[in-house]
């Protein structure tokens, strides 16, 4: 984390000393509170946000809702985002229509009914915006 240009987090950091922690990394930390966040973790980030990444702009929720209609969904609610970003239900997702995407990088801590822990890396360049998993263990 500490090698990348900015760490974006998609909710559910449960503590404020997480946020800290990641924060003291160095890269800017751009996060969203989930719904186990303390009251000081929702207090200090937003629900949503969005951030321009080498061009791109990149929108960041927690709870993205149903799995039915999500893509679609989070394209009207997002209508200038190139991606969506989002947790919650911690399990690895990359769907695409045309250049929109949406991303939930699952989890490298809680991966409840993942099949194994992972985190996203988004890479940029030549006007392209590239999302994917990193498994873990």
């Known amino acids: 984390m500490r090698a990348a240009d900015l760490i974006v987090h998609a909710g559910d950091l449960s503590s ?3 946020l800290d922690w990641m924060k003291a990394l160095g890269p800017p930390v751009h996060a969203v509170h989930g719904n186990v966040d303390t009251a000081e973790v929702r207090a200090r980030l937003p629900e949503t946000l969005a951030l321009e990444a ?5 929108a960041v929720v927690h ?3 149903p799995a039915k209609g999500r893509l679609a ?8 985002a190139d991606a969506v970003i989002f947790g919650h ?5 990359h769907e695409t229509d045309g250049r929109f995407q949406i991303f939930n990088p699952g989890s490298p801590t809680e991966r409840r009914r993942a099949p194994r822990h992972s985190f996203g890396i988004a890479e940029t360049g030549a006007g392209r915006l590239e999302l994917r998993h990193v498994w873990l263990g």
């Open 63 to 65: 709870d993205a809702g």
């Open 54 to 58: 080498d061009g791109h702009t990149l």
């Open 16 to 18: 404020i000393e997480v």
């Open 73 to 80: 969904r989070m394209r009207r609610r997002f209508p200038d």
């Open 89 to 93: 239900s911690h399990l690895p997702l």
